[in-house]
């Protein structure tokens, strides 16, 4: 479940919102209802004035780890493929939304933020790492081509140093 806080400061009405990612095992995975969730929040944000600013921020140990490759792959396993094309349908509207926002997104990246993490994280305008960050697409060890636009923001870094390190190395950033 996603908590959200709304703060009102300044002698005009300036509103920010901090959404905050906070479950039991606190590597925060999405799931398909978290990440409609998210879809409903962003959604609504951009359609209230008084929202000025969302921050995503993830409690415990990671920011997200993403979602859960095992679990769609026994979805597929018992023949339940549209399930998994479901939560990447979600998924990847919930990252395009993310990237052409129309207010400012701020994401806090502290420990972990693995595959669909970081695909919520890096299409904001704004991202702060912090010395805690540990950045990495994890899929790849096992052949998958890393997605949520990774292949993008990765190619972008400084030198390419992003998709040379992620896919030919299978380790992570930090």
């Known amino acids: 479940m ?4 709304v703060f009102k400061y300044g002698l005009k009405i300036k509103s920010k919102i901090s959404l905050r ?3 039991m095992a606190m590597t925060n995975e999405l799931s398909n209802d978290q990440i409609s969730e998210l879809l409903v929040y962003f959604t609504t944000f951009e359609e209230t004035p008084d929202v000025k600013l969302v921050i995503l921020k993830g409690n415990g140990r990671a ?7 095992s679990a769609g792959a026994i979805d597929c396993i018992n023949g339940h ?3 998994g094309t479901n939560y990447l349908w979600h998924q990847f509207t919930l990252n395009y939304m993310i990237a052409t926002y129309s207010k400012p997104q701020v994401s806090i990246l502290n420990g972990l933020v693995l595959g669909g993490g970081a695909g919520i994280s890096i299409h904001g305008k704004f ?10 697409m994890p899929e790849t060890k096992i052949g998958h081509i890393p997605d949520v636009g990774s292949t993008y923001f990765l ?8 998709i040379d390190f992620q896919i030919y190395h299978h380790s992570s950033l930090n």
């Open 63 to 69: 920011f997200s780890v993403g979602g859960d490759v």
């Open 21 to 23: 990612r906070n479950i």
């Open 127 to 136: 991202r702060v790492a912090t010395e805690n960050a540990i950045f990495a």
């Open 2 to 5: 996603w908590s959200c806080s």
């Open 81 to 83: 493929w549209s399930i």
């Open 155 to 162: 190619s972008r870094l400084v030198g390419y140093f992003g």
